[in-house]
């Protein structure tokens, strides 16, 4: 089993749309959740972290983290084009961070 | 403005012709690590730093080395290049807090 398991898609969703990314992890020593973002030809950006579970919000973007399921999420409302991107969920312990291998996302407009 | 810069952006060439990466920051971060990323995959950790003279194997090191002469700096070699080393490379440069990990724009290499 994976540390990190991520549906890798790709997904396409309408302009407008509310988007849930998801993963699973296997590790219950894992202290930070993290969203990225990474645009073609781009690296990897961050997009929010949390290290508790429940849930963190940044304009349209939420990160929701159950530890009791060892499950995190990302919700994007009103998904925009701009917002087309891979995904990828990232979770650390001490400076090691494992990466999830990313959901591709397109808005279509 | 933070930033971790690679080069080159784009390299293709031939099987066992040494290369090297380079990987810079300039944040004063101690952390520093290389991955690769492909398909379906992934970023898998190729080796890591945790200060200068300081190295450990990642996930996926073998057919790769790498230096920390200065803090700044973390080059990644591969002595006798392979076309299954063909992927996209990033550095990576991680803060104190451990909560961000600064990437460089990425090197795509190619071995024929």
């Known amino acids: 089993q994976k540390e990190v398991e991520q549906d890798p898609g790709p997904l396409s969703v309408p302009e407008g749309a509310i988007v849930s990314l998801n993963c699973t992890y296997s590790n219950s020593a894992f202290q930070y959740f993290m969203w990225y973002r990474q645009y073609s030809r781009k690296g990897p950006e961050l997009l929010m972290y949390?290290?508790?579970?429940g849930n963190k919000e940044d304009g349209r973007f939420t990160a929701q983290v159950d530890k009791s399921s060892k499950y995190i999420s990302l919700f994007i409302r009103d998904s925009q084009p701009s917002d087309s991107a891979t995904y990828l969920c990232?979770?650390?312990?001490?400076?090691?961070?494992?990466f999830g291998p990313g959901t591709r996302l397109s808005v279509l407009p | 403005e933070a930033q971790v810069t690679q080069n080159p952006r784009y390299l293709i060439t031939v099987t066992g012709k040494k290369l090297t990466v380079t990987c810079s920051q300039n944040?004063?971060?101690?952390?520093m690590s290389w991955y690769r990323q492909d398909p379906g995959l992934g970023l898998r950790q190729i080796y890591y730093?945790?200060?200068?003279?300081?190295?450990d194997k990642g996930d996926v090191p073998e057919g790769y080395k790498v230096s920390r002469k200065e803090k700044r700096n973390f080059p990644l070699i591969l002595e006798s290049p392979s076309p299954n080393q063909t992927s996209l490379y990033f550095c990576?440069?991680?803060?104190?807090?451990?909560?961000?990990?600064?990437f460089g724009q990425g090197t795509r290499l190619t071995v024929v």
């Open positions: 730093s945790m200060n200068v003279e300081v190295t």
């Open positions: 949390t290290y508790s579970s």
């Open positions: 944040m004063n971060h101690e952390y």
């Open positions: 990232a979770i650390t312990y001490g400076q090691n961070f494992v």
């Open positions: 990576a440069s991680i803060g104190d807090l451990n909560t961000e990990a600064f």
